[in-house]
């Protein structure tokens, strides 16, 4: 079946720097979606992508869709404490399901 | 909040019991999809329904089953439990046929099964 490949599994910065981490699939993807989780929560969706090459931001986010269809990555600019957290890429392929990757684990030294 | 609500938050079941989830769909919302996540992992795709009947299905065996009633809500229900099955459930609903396939979640049911 369709998987996803995330990484890195964790990360650990300091605050102010910049974050990056990307998925790969496989499979081509219709969509690549972008989760935060928070704990004791369910994951909100930060950002859609839904063209290849695609690239959108929100706030200090920016992610893109990768030309091949096959991966996509997500930036965080100026990390801020708020933003520890489990980040879990998503993909909707052709068959409408949307599968997630096993999330990168944001940490931030005080 | 993503107007999905889920219940119960969190319950505690032994090995062979039954269990109910329940899930309300946020409004204007006609599909609900459930997932599973184990700690430290992310969520597996059980199944969606779609206009009250299952449209798509993860690998999950057939003791996980679901329902969707007229107004969009669902239950998942799991028969025999075993101890593996101890995770979060999350449910999400989301509009289909719409070009975002955007999923929103419930804050999820935690269940423990010893």
């Known amino acids: 079946g369709q998987q996803l490949n995330q990484s890195p599994q964790s990360m650990f910065i300091q605050e102010g720097e910049d974050v990056s981490m990307n998925c790969t699939s496989s499979?081509?993807?219709?969509?690549w979606l972008w989760y935060k989780q928070d704990p004791g929560e369910g994951p909100v969706l930060l950002i859609a992508?839904?063209?290849?090459?695609e690239l959108t931001s929100n706030g200090r986010l920016t992610a893109q869709f990768g030309i091949t269809r096959k991966d996509s990555f997500l930036n965080i600019s100026a990390s801020i404490p708020s933003d520890v957290g489990i980040y879990f890429c998503?993909?909707?392929?052709?068959?409408?399901?949307?599968?997630f990757g096993k999330g990168t684990r944001l940490h931030i030294l005080p | 909040e993503t107007g999905v609500t889920q219940s119960p938050t969190h319950l505690i079941k032994t090995r062979g019991q039954q269990v109910t989830l329940r899930c309300s769909s946020q409004?204007?919302?006609?599909?609900v999809s459930w997932y599973q996540q184990a700690l430290g992992q992310g969520p597996q795709f059980i199944f969606q329904?779609?206009?009250?009947?299952?449209?798509g299905r993860g690998n999950f065996p057939p003791r996980f089953s679901g329902l969707q009633f007229p107004n969009y809500s669902s239950e998942l229900n799991v028969n025999a439990l075993e101890l593996d099955d101890s995770a979060l459930y999350l449910c999400?609903?989301?509009?289909?046929?719409?070009?975002?396939?955007?999923?929103?979640f419930g804050e999820g049911s935690r269940l423990t099964v010893l």
């Open positions: 999400a609903s989301s509009l289909v046929g719409t070009l975002t396939g955007e999923l929103f």
């Open positions: 329904y779609y206009r009250e009947e299952e449209n």
């Open positions: 998503a993909g909707q392929g052709r068959d409408d399901k949307i599968i």
């Open positions: 409004s204007g919302h006609n599909t």
């Open positions: 499979s081509i993807f219709n969509t």
């Open positions: 992508l839904y063209k290849a090459g």
